[in-house]
Structure formats: structure tokens, C-alpha cells
């Protein structure tokens, strides 16, 4: 398995402001994800972020308002640049680690609830 | 964008009764995974079932697949009030481990 924490569990940030939010595997993984869950919606893919490289992002979001590090195997951040209220959601971090037998499972983060006033 | 929808949205019943809540996708998936959510935390990992199955079982939970209607179900049986909770499934179209989630279903079980 793998367990993943994420700083800050929450937040409440003022519009035009700008936060990190950390996420830590205790575990070495290939793969890392950043999700977004808007209030009462689904999650949405962010990005995929690549350890050594730019991160890759998904229809809707770019580099400049969501920038992504991804400095080793078990460390990521995911900063929202210059929020609006609309920037309100979960952010979760999630990893993919394959097991024996080359089955691959997804974890999940407990999630960043952020709260753009 | 979503590849999935789920029905129902809501659902609320009385413990000891079965849940069954049914996704919907869009296009040819590599596997198909249900995942629940408490108050709007991490999401917990309930099933993963490969394109080429079409039944798994795991403790009080069955999840069926039929690709040829590219739709899936979750049966939760003998419910308990622990498992209000909300439920996504999700689907992965290639080996990249990206996850495109349905709406997700809101399950209320009543003591």
C-alpha cells in the first residue's frame, strides 16, 4: 500500500493569493497525480506530475495557474496561482504503485479543502 | 472532462438493505474501479474490475461489468450506516493511471 499525506489539510485564502500544497508518499512511486473536486462535483484530473520534467497537464488546465513539482519519487506540490473564489475545491494528490505481479492500484491523499474568499 | 454518469445521483436506505448503484462510460476502457468518499475526504479504493471481467466480489460488495452496454454496478449488501458515504467509479483508458470519474452516487443509510 501506500499512505500520502498532504499540508495543508485546509486553507482559507484571500482572492489574488497564492497557495502550495505539499504532497509526501512514504513510498517510492513512478506515478502522481493531482485532482480537483469542485464543491458537490466529481474529481477532475489536473495533471500528471513527472518526476525530473514538466508536469502534464489535462484540457483546461495550464502550467502558469496550477505550476507543479515533482523534485523526487515521493514528493510533489501543486500551487493555484492568483486565486478566485472559483479556485474553491479539494485538491487531491494521488499515486499509482504497482504491486507484485505487476497490478497496479491508486492511492489517494486525504485531500486540501481550499476556501478562496 | 467526466467519461461516466451514475444513477442514481442520491439514495438513501434503511440498514440491512442492499445499495446498488450503476455507472455509465463513454468510450473503451482498460479497467473500471469504485471508489468511496467520507465527508469530502480521500478517496478509499473498494474494486478494480479488468474489461475482460465481468463479475468480482469482495466481502459485502459485487461489482458487475458489461462492456457491450459499457456500463458497470455496485451492489452493496446488508448495508450498514457506515457506509453512507459517496461512491465514484472510475475508469482507466490506457496503462498511464489516469482516472476519469463519474458523478458519483450519494448514499444515505438510515440506523
Known amino acids: 500500500s501506500a499512505v500520502i499525506s498532504q499540508k495543508p489539510s485546509r486553507d482559507i485564502c484571500q482572492r489574488g493569493t497564492s497557495l502550495t500544497i505539499q504532497c509526501q508518499v512514504d513510498?517510492?512511486?513512478?506515478?502522481m497525480f493531482w485532482y480537483r473536486q469542485q464543491p458537490g462535483q466529481s474529481l477532475t484530473l489536473i495533471a500528471t506530475?513527472?518526476?525530473?520534467?514538466?508536469?502534464?497537464?489535462e484540457s483546461g488546465f495550464v502550467i502558469d495557474k496550477f505550476p507543479i513539482s515533482r523534485p523526487n519519487l515521493t514528493f510533489s506540490t501543486l500551487t493555484v496561482s492568483n486565486m478566485s473564489p472559483e479556485d474553491s475545491s479539494i485538491y487531491l494528490c494521488?499515486?499509482?504503485?504497482?504491486?507484485?505481479?505487476?497490478?497496479?492500484?491508486?492511492?489517494f491523499g486525504p485531500g486540501t479543502r481550499l476556501t478562496v474568499t | 472532462s467526466q467519461q461516466g454518469e451514475e444513477d442514481p445521483q442520491a439514495l438513501s436506505i434503511q440498514e440491512g438493505e442492499n445499495a446498488t448503484m450503476n455507472c455509465s462510460y463513454k468510450t473503451s476502457i482498460n479497467n473500471l474501479q469504485w471508489y468511496r468518499q467520507n465527508s469530502g475526504r480521500g478517496l478509499v479504493h473498494l474494486i478494480l474490475?479488468?474489461?475482460?471481467?465481468r463479475e468480482k466480489h469482495s466481502g459485502r460488495l459485487r461489482v458487475t461489468l458489461d462492456t457491450s452496454k459499457k456500463s458497470s454496478s455496485l451492489l452493496i449488501t446488508a448495508s450498514r450506516a457506515a457506509d453512507t458515504a459517496s461512491y465514484f467509479c472510475a475508469t482507466t483508458l490506457d496503462n498511464t493511471g489516469k482516472l476519469i470519474f463519474g458523478q458519483g452516487t450519494t448514499l444515505q443509510v438510515k440506523p
Open positions: 513510498s517510492q512511486v513512478t506515478m
Open positions: 474490475i479488468r474489461s475482460n471481467e
Open positions: 494521488s499515486v499509482l504503485k504497482y504491486l507484485a505481479g505487476g497490478r497496479g492500484e491508486q492511492y
Open positions: 506530475a513527472n518526476q525530473g520534467s514538466e508536469a502534464t497537464y
